[in-house]
Structure formats: C-alpha cells, structure tokens
C-alpha cells in the first residue's frame, strides 16, 4: 500500500523477536589489529544491545551451570522400537513423516500431533523428533507403563527393553535446529529456530526444568544415521539383534552400548 513500509523486525515465521535465527540473523564478530572484537554496522549494535538485556535479566534468575555450555555438542535422544530399527537403517536415516512399523501413539494422538504447525506453513511432519534427556519425562512414562490415553495399546503392553536410543547431537541437525522450551504436544510450546535462538530459549527453559526433560529438538526432513554418534541397548540379547541388523544394512555403525538404566522406569521429582 501507498506510504506504508514493511515491519522488518517480524519474523515471517511467527516466531518473537530473537527466537528465529533466519529472520534476526547473528552479526559475524570480528578482530580488529588490536585484537580486539568489533561489530560492524547498527545492526550488530541493535542486536548487541537485546543480547545485553537479555543477559542482564536472566543473571539474577538463572545460575550458571553445565547446562549453558554452547548447544551444539549437546547430545540429543531419539526412542524407537526394535520393529523400526531395520527400516531406519535400510533407508540410512531416520525420515521425517515416516510411518513406523510401531507406533508409540494412539490413532488420535498421533492424527493431533501430526497436525501441529511449528511455524506458519510447516507442520510438526517435517521434523525429526528428539529430546535432550535420555530421561525425557515421556519416555519415563512409556517405560513405566504407558498409563496415558495418547500411548497406544502396543506401548502399554511391550516392555521398554524392546527399545533403542539412537544418540545424535544438535550440531548435526545442522542451522535449521528448532528447539521448544516444552513437549510439542503440550500447552502452547514456544519455539526458538536455529542453534542461537534454540540455546537461548533453553537457557531460559533451564529455571523450571533444569534436568531438560520436557524440551523437543526438531530435526527438518531428516537425520542421517552417519551423525548417530551412539546406539543404546537395553541388555546383550538386544545387542546382539541390532547388531546383526547393522551388519545386514552396512554402511556406516554407530556405537553400541548395553545401559539399562535409559530403559527403566525412573522415579523423577518435578
């Protein structure tokens, strides 16, 4: 329209200001001769000046902890059963969209989840899902059981030792990370997209939920099996199983490690 200019400080994916590295993005840092860093540009001012505010109100809330370490080299879960395996390492990744030989969800929860739009225009189907515990509060529950309506009847009577962990990291996922601050399927997540805005939402995420049990990393389309840097077992007869499926699909083997811990209910105080 005639005299009007558009808003460059919105996100076009819907995200708040600094949660979307794509649409706010980083200024390089630079050293100078004297080995000092300089910014280049009002932008970088711009965005110097949010960054300190940011840091000034989170310093008297959150601690510093292990945690705030950079959110690339941090390990990141995915849980599927025995009877997908095979076809993850036939295809050499795990697909987003994928439909899984077994499904942990009910019919309902599944069809709700799928329809969930991360961003305008991209839907929750795009993303590979993962958590950043090994101890995620949905998985405590499924290996516990399985009480709630959302599991399906398979995952209340299988038990947990019927599962692997696939261990990747956020570094692999690569610039196009998402990170919520909570369960997907919870009550409106927030998001924060590529490892900049993902780090400081789950530096934010850390005052309720230190441990990192309810936050999701989104992998987009999917997540190669040559970027699994470890594959978790719960007993030897497991081991043994995948490790006759890793010989047949080839190519690249992670890891195999026998901890039965990751596969045992958990008695978490929240």
Not at 142 to 159: C, K, L, N, Q, T
Request: glycine share 8%; charged share 20%; with cysteine.
């Amino acid at each position: 329209m005639e005299g009007t200019t558009p808003n460059v400080t919105e996100c076009i994916h819907g995200f708040d200001d600094g949660l979307c590295d794509i649409c706010f993005p980083r200024i390089p840092v630079v050293k100078d001769d004297a080995g000092t860093t300089a910014a280049r540009g009002r932008a970088s001012a711009t965005a110097a000046r949010r960054s300190s505010a940011r840091a000034s109100a989170k310093t008297t809330t959150a601690p510093v902890s292990r945690h705030q370490a950079p959110i690339g080299p941090r390990r990141i879960y995915h849980v599927t059963h025995l009877n997908n395996l095979e076809s993850i390492l036939t295809e050499g990744a795990i697909t987003a969209g994928a439909r899984p030989n077994f499904d942990l969800l009910a019919p309902d929860a599944r069809v709700e989840r799928d329809g969930i739009e991360v961003f305008p225009g991209t839907q929750l189907t795009e993303f590979v899902p993962f958590s950043l515990s090994p101890n995620a509060t949905w998985w405590n529950d499924v290996r516990s059981g399985a009480h709630y309506s959302s599991w399906s009847a398979e995952a209340r009577s299988i038990p947990a030792t019927q599962y692997v962990i696939l261990v990747g990291t956020v570094a692999a996922v690569g610039d196009e990370v998402v990170v919520s601050d909570s369960d997907v399927s919870g009550s409106e997540p927030r998001f924060g997209v590529g490892p900049v805005a993902g780090a400081s939402l789950l530096q934010r995420t850390l005052i309720a939920d230190p441990d990192l049990l309810e936050p999701e990393v989104l992998a987009p389309r999917s997540y190669s099996i040559d970027d699994v840097v470890l594959l978790a077992v719960p007993n030897e007869p497991v081991r043994d199983k995948v490790k006759a499926m890793l010989k047949a699909a080839g190519g690249h083997a992670p890891k195999l490690a026998v901890y039965p811990p990751w596969f045992q209910p958990t008695d978490l105080d929240h």
